[in-house]
């Protein structure tokens, strides 16, 4: 059973341009999960994703987006890039329905904006 | 209304010792949660959870303690072990669920050999 995958790793943008970041979630899981960690800081809830429909939104802009696949992974988009958007992002994937069923963490994707 | 805070943010414990996490909430609609641990490079991963119908939950060496009239629980690492070293974070959701968590600002736990 493989865990939560997500790439690129790591990536250095610049202010401005746009980035997607892709997540494979846990076989089994039809439910993603996408969050922000900032440096030192908790991770924050973008949104989630359950039979390829946004099912939950914290407080980010528009700019943020994201789609599901059938096959339950993921992509979460971010244009219009700003500083304040370098962090860590978390893909977190999840069985059943988006309101049972515990979250599994990838490594996350760590993006740079220069 | 939404946050979570997480106490203290740095603790450093020796070999055999207990560390304690504290966590408070304001948000009355929070009915889950979860502990998370985090090693340097790894995502976060679930070490254990608690819904308020409860008052405490152990599992192994880790325990949950629950007051829901003061909106606070902590996490108690029993016999603290090196391998223990990570950051902590508490977290919180409504609907009895993992499904929109609101994390604490975490712990940075070191134990000492």
């Known amino acids: 059973e493989t865990g939560v995958t997500q790439s690129p790793t790591h990536l250095i943008k610049t202010r401005g341009q746009q980035v997607t970041l892709r997540c494979s979630s846990q076989?089994?899981?039809?439910?993603v999960s996408w969050y922000q960690q900032a440096l030192g800081q908790g991770p924050q809830f973008i949104f989630q994703?359950?039979?390829?429909?946004?099912?939950g939104r914290g407080n980010f802009p528009p700019r943020f987006s994201g789609l599901q696949f059938p096959n339950y992974s993921s992509e979460l988009n971010v244009n219009a890039l700003e500083l304040d958007d370098s962090a860590l992002y978390l893909c977190?994937?999840?069985?059943?329905?988006?309101?049972?069923?515990?979250?599994?963490f990838g490594e996350g994707s760590r993006l740079t904006v220069l | 209304q939404q946050q979570v805070k997480q106490s203290p943010q740095s603790l450093i414990v020796q070999k055999g010792g207990i560390s304690i996490i504290n966590c408070a909430y304001e948000?009355?609609?929070?009915?889950?949660f979860p502990w998370y641990q985090q090693f340097p490079g790894k995502g976060p991963a679930l070490l254990i959870a608690?819904?308020?119908?409860?008052s405490e939950k152990k599992e192994g060496r880790f325990t949950i303690s629950f007051n829901k009239s003061a909106k606070q629980f902590s996490l108690h690492i029993m016999d603290s072990q090196p391998g223990d070293s990570a950051t902590y974070f508490c977290?919180?959701?409504?609907?009895?669920?993992?499904?929109?968590?609101?994390f604490g600002s975490g712990t940075q736990l070191t134990v000492l050999p």
């Open positions: 076989s089994g899981h039809n439910t």
């Open positions: 948000n009355t609609a929070f009915d889950y």
């Open positions: 608690i819904r308020p119908d409860v």
């Open positions: 994703y359950y039979r390829e429909e946004e099912n």
């Open positions: 977190a994937s999840s069985s059943g329905t988006p309101y049972t069923g515990e979250l599994f």
């Open positions: 977290a919180a959701s409504p609907g009895g669920s993992a499904r929109q968590l609101t």
